[in-house]
């Protein structure tokens, strides 16, 4: 079984920063991609960033573009979101995704949350204003 366990949210006044990490444990895990997606409340599960691998490639949405980047070690199974600049609209609960069925190319997969075979419990992310 893999478990993948974010770290790392909590409240923060808008323009300040947090950094959210998480690892995964378990059974021998190798992915391909790992990501993060968040929801606020009375919204759907949305895409924030996400990076590949083998190519180091890195997939963000447009909303999050300048102020939060993604970072991680593959043999570690481990990724962060750095994220500056936070504004209330970024309030949700994050959620750290990996994916481990196949290589994973292109926006539309990265951003797809069924593309993912592993999820994390989620982390709550407040910025008030």
């Known amino acids: 079984q893999v478990q993948l366990v974010e770290s790392g949210g909590g409240l923060v006044q808008a323009g300040g920063s947090l950094r959210l990490s998480c690892a995964a444990s378990?059974?021998?895990?190798?992915?391909?991609?790992m990501g993060w997606f968040r929801q606020a409340p009375g919204k759907e599960r949305e895409f924030v960033e996400s990076?590949?691998?083998?190519?180091?490639?890195?997939y963000y949405a447009d909303s999050v573009k300048g102020r939060f980047t993604i970072s991680g070690d593959n043999a570690r199974s481990t990724v962060y979101l750095q994220m500056n600049s936070l504004k209330p609209e970024d309030t949700a609960v994050y959620y750290c995704?990996?994916?481990?069925?196949?290589?994973?190319?292109?926006?539309?997969?990265?951003?797809?949350?069924?593309?993912?075979?592993?999820w994390g419990q989620g982390t709550q992310v407040t910025v008030s204003s």
């Open positions: 995704a990996a994916r481990s069925r196949a290589d994973c190319i292109g926006y539309g997969c990265h951003t797809n949350a069924n593309q993912y075979d592993y």
């Open positions: 378990g059974r021998t895990f190798r992915s391909y991609v």
């Open positions: 990076i590949r691998w083998n190519s180091g490639t890195t």
